[in-house]
């Protein structure tokens, strides 16, 4: 499978036009900006807590930054809608452009091609993340920091991101219009998040389903710390399911012509 | 090389190529000729690999297009009608990523990509930004990631279409200087650009194949009679009349009957008589003055009008109940 070229090209065609900038820097600005906002409101409410020792006890960083940095609803609403730009291009562009007439004739399976735009998109979301590593430093320079919960945040976030980008890789191999791709993608992925809001009505099974099928819960356990193997499953069938419909989808138009 | 049988594509209802069956040999360059929307796009875009036919086989360099496509396509170089590029990357690296796609092993692709625009003539424009060229260079980055993998066979769609006349006999003596390495297919609607580089033509109207192989014997086949065009100052009539007395002329047309001027007309014997000699005759036995006395050479144009011209008459006796399913002008659907 001839991956790598795929990828390559990828990201040069991120890093080259403003896109993956735009989106880097958005992403940078806000997320500072939350995090000054978390940290400062934790150090004042840890000078009170030292006023009063007997309660500062639990006061964790991880509970109370990191945690709502990175799930918080002003966050959520962030990494919602910054996902569809990143997956926006990845298919509707070589449709718009004719570029897919080419690169469907070279001897590059359609696999390959799906997942090396995949890997391109995770690529530059990983660099998003890599980014806020700068905050728990900060935090660490401070005060002592769980690095087993931290952890288990970033992998939440990884392979949540993952599921995130296949979901929006598929709505772009639907559509030439990116803006359509983009507007899509936040659709299904606002769906995907509040599934589980409306579970807290529906009792019995059907609850248990939504609840099930709900991002937000999911991505909690792992924020608490907490790495469950059916969280970790979640995310890794969201994210085949998805790459196998791109395939799918993909094959269709080729069938097409 | 290159071996088409019964092909046939439908996009729905519409049947874009019906039964079409060709062979190109090795190293030859062939033309695809066609008016816009009979079926041209659509068969090379099969051939290609784009996208799989409704019905019949195609061959490539022995291997079955839709069975085995991936070895077709490490054999073929694919230059599609509107030149699709990655308008956001530069020349150099968007062909180190063609090469790299199309499997040119790590040490050869430095020399190889050179070697390619130096021969496309695109060497200044590597670190260009690809929307930033001309049509014409555009046109010749096509070219070069369809050589860059050094193809058997090259199917180039409408290679010289948007150029300017200097571009277009550039990429023309371009396509020529690749005969014999490689096998050429190549769609046009530009009748002289065939004559001027193939060796061979199809030709497809409405979907159907109704002419196909060498330039000259298409001519033969098309024009059973050599032609001759004459002015000759008489009255006209007895001039007329006397042509057509000589024996082994099939055929007289008067061109202009421009009054009293001189009389002008083509005059139609069967291939391999020389009438010439006789109308020299007649008019200086008459004391006719003879103005003008030249053979007339078949074009491939005239070839291809008479037999679109026939095809589309035998249509219109065969009183088509549905006018709306003529193939019109860009009735090629997008992919």
Known sequence: ?257 | MIEVQNLTKRYGAFTAIRDVSFSVAPGEIVGFLGPNGAGKSTTMRILSCFMPASGGTAKVAGYDVFRESMEVRRRIGYLPENVPLYNDMRVAPYLDFVAEAKGVPRSARKRRIAEVMDRCLITDMQNRLIRNLSKGYRQRVGLAQAIVSDPHVLVLDEPTIGLDPRQITEVRSLIKSLAGEHTVILSTHILPEVSMVCTGVVIINRGEIVAQGPIDRLVEEFFPTARVAVEMAGPRAAVLDGVRGITGVVRVDAVAADGDGPTRFMVESARGRDVRGEIFQLAAQQKWNLLELRPVGMTLEEVFMRIVAGEESEAAVGASPLPAAAPVDGAEPAP
């Open chain 1, 1 to 257: 499978m001839r991956v790598w070229p795929i990828y390559k090209k990828e990201l040069r065609l991120y890093f080259s036009t403003p896109l993956a900038w735009a989106i880097l820097f958005t992403f940078m600005l806000v997320m500072g900006f939350f995090f000054n906002l978390y940290f400062r409101f934790y150090t004042q409410m840890s000078m009170q807590m030292a006023m009063n020792p007997g309660m500062g006890r639990d006061l964790s960083v991880i509970e109370n930054v990191i945690r709502p940095l990175f799930s918080g609803l002003l966050s959520v609403i962030l990494f919602l809608s910054l996902m569809p730009a990143i997956t926006m291009r990845l298919f509707s562009e070589e449709f718009k452009n004719g570029t897919l007439e080419l690169l469907l004739t070279y001897p590059v399976s359609d696999t390959a091609i799906v997942v090396g735009k995949f890997l391109g998109g995770l690529s530059l979301y990983l660099a998003m993340l890599i980014s806020t590593l700068a905050f728990p430093a900060m935090i660490w320079y401070f005060t002592p920091l769980e690095w087993g919960a931290l952890a288990s945040a970033y992998l939440g976030l990884l392979i949540m991101g993952a599921a995130f980008l296949a979901v929006g890789m598929f709505v772009s191999s639907l559509t030439e219009n990116q803006i359509i791709a983009a507007l899509g993608t936040f659709t299904l992925l606002i769906i995907l998040w509040a599934i589980g809001w409306g579970a807290e009505a529906v009792t019995g099974p059907t609850g248990d389903v939504l609840r099930h099928l709900s991002v937000s819960e999911h991505l909690d356990n792992f924020m608490k710390g907490v790495i469950e193997s059916r969280d970790v499953v979640y995310f890794l069938d969201l994210t085949v399911v998805f790459l196998v419909l791109s395939l799918l989808s993909l094959q269709r138009r080729r069938w097409k012509g």
